[in-house]
């Protein structure tokens, strides 16, 4: 018996222009910084749940003309995509087949911090999305404990407008229907 094995299409670490981006196959979780391809570790069992009930809490608040996904990749520029762990988006901004959103679309983006991508979560990417014009950044730390970080776009970045733990319901400035219970972010909440 003879096992072909088919070599991966994924250009880890290759230099690209935004075009040959573009055209890569949508089968990936990637980022693409400085035109260079990066692939995204397998987010660990708590990070995976944290995001996913904090999609389902936002989804059963948000308003009517907003979409609350995951992995989905926002065009900050041509040579820079992000993808954020949970994103809400204008709906008029996404079709059914989008894998990108512009970040003129995007109301909040939300990162969770974990190991190996401690300071692009807490310094790079709010930069990025600052700078994007992306009005609202949460950060999600999950050890050694659960706490959300709420941000508001101002004149220059970001400023925290709130940090929330065990109890707390996450009440962000600009983001009145998004109050969620920091608790039923886990499955033993």
């Not at 310094?123 to 609202?136: C, D, M, T």
């Not at 109890?167 to 039923?184: C, M, T």
Request: some cysteine; aromatic content about 6%; hydrophobic content about 40%.
């Amino acid at each position: 018996m003879t096992v072909t094995v088919t070599p991966t299409l994924e250009p880890i670490g290759q230099v690209l222009t935004p075009e040959e981006y573009d055209a890569l196959p949508e089968n990936s979780l990637r980022e693409f910084v400085d035109g260079v391809v990066h692939v995204m570790a397998t987010p660990t069992y708590w990070h995976q749940q944290v995001a996913q009930e904090l999609r389902a809490a936002l989804k059963g608040l948000k308003p009517m003309d907003l979409r609350v996904t995951g992995e989905l990749e926002i065009r900050l520029g041509d040579t820079l995509r992000r993808n954020p762990d949970v994103l809400v988006v204008a709906a008029a901004g996404l079709d059914r087949g989008a894998c990108r959103v512009l970040p003129e679309h995007v109301e909040l983006a939300v990162e969770i911090v974990s190991p190996g991508s401690e300071s692009t979560d807490r310094q790079v990417k709010p930069h990025e999305y600052a700078r994007a014009g992306i009005p609202h950044y949460w950060r999600v730390e999950i050890d050694p404990e659960l706490v959300v970080h709420t941000f508001r776009l101002g004149d220059r970045g970001y400023v925290e407008t709130g940090v929330f733990t065990s109890g707390d319901v996450v009440a962000a400035p600009g983001l009145s229907w998004a109050r969620v219970k920091v608790d039923e972010l886990t499955d033993e909440g």
